[in-house]
């Protein structure tokens, strides 16, 4: 169920580059984008971008519309397999690979694949073109989705085609999304950070606790899980709304760096060192976030 709308940071003009105080034109890209975002309560953030040339004789070969989702809370769980299609040497080959973050475009489900199938075949993916006019005359008539929401994917079409470009902003050397824990449990948690950055700015950032339930892969259950139940203690609760606090400031301020900024040690929890968290975001702010990687098994 869906119950959000756009969320954006560095206010509402976007995937990697410059200050966070730059306009596009001062920042020097030769493209812009234009975005609209949309979460869910189950951790989905569904995305589309349109990427257009400043200068309208230039050709740089963009691709102009682009639509994708991604969980920035829930992983897949162990021994999870996709299949993914890739060229080599002219060839179209098909593997099949084991998989963590949950990305649409690789989901098993036949459903969602005939969806996204469909979706790159009104954005012309494999050639042709469509003008920001036609995609503003679609109607969920024009749509046959088997499981995606058809009304959602047009309001995310008519918001960014109708609305500012994003603006540029200074983490252009971060990857577009990533689902990001820390190595290992220590004292029976870890911190999981999932964001989704736009022209170097932070449009999405979702900070969790896992508290470790036993050795198995999948034997953990999630801060924000417990807080939603009921489960939580009051601590935990206060943890929960101090974590919004830092998502909400890196957001506000494109700041990974937001919660060395604060005065942490008003806010000290008996069971979670918090300084954990800060070199987490620390590392990320550097770009050092490979160690942060969950791979499979």
Known sequence: MIFGVTLTSCNVQENKENNKNETQEDAGLSWGRKSAMLETDDGWFYVFYHNFNKDSQVDNGLIPYQFF?????YRYHEDY???I??????????????????????????????????????????????????????TTDDLTFEELD????????????????HKEGKYG?????????????????????????????????????????????DEYVQLSDMVASGTATQEQIELYQFIENIENGMLENNDCLYL??????????SNIDISRLNLF????????YSDYIKYPG
Do not use: H, W
Request: include cysteine; charge should be negative; charged fraction near 20%.
């Open 173 to 217: 050397y971060l990857p577009g999304y990533a689902l990001l824990e820390e190595k290992q449990y220590l004292n029976g948690y870890k911190f999981q950070i999932g964001f989704i950055v736009t022209v170097g700015c932070l449009d999405a950032v979702v900070i969790d606790v896992l508290y470790q339930t036993g050795s198995g892969y």
């Open 150 to 165: 058809e009304k959602m994917f047009l309001d995310l079409i008519r918001e960014a085609l109708t609305g500012e470009p």
């Open 260 to 269: 060395s900024s604060i005065d942490s040690v008003a806010y000290e929890f």
């Open 81 to 83: 397999v996709t299949t």
């Open 281 to 288: 975001l620390e590392n990320i702010e550097q770009g050092a």
């Open 69 to 73: 989702g991604v969980n920035l809370k």
């Open 85 to 138: 299609q890739y060229e080599s040497n002219g060839q179209l080959v098909e593997k099949e690979v084991p998989a963590v973050i949950q990305i649409l475009g690789e989901s098993n489900s036949t459903a969602i694949k005939l969806d996204m199938d469909e979706i790159a075949d009104v954005l012309k993916y494999s050639g042709g073109e469509i003008t920001n006019e036609e995609l503003l005359s679609l």
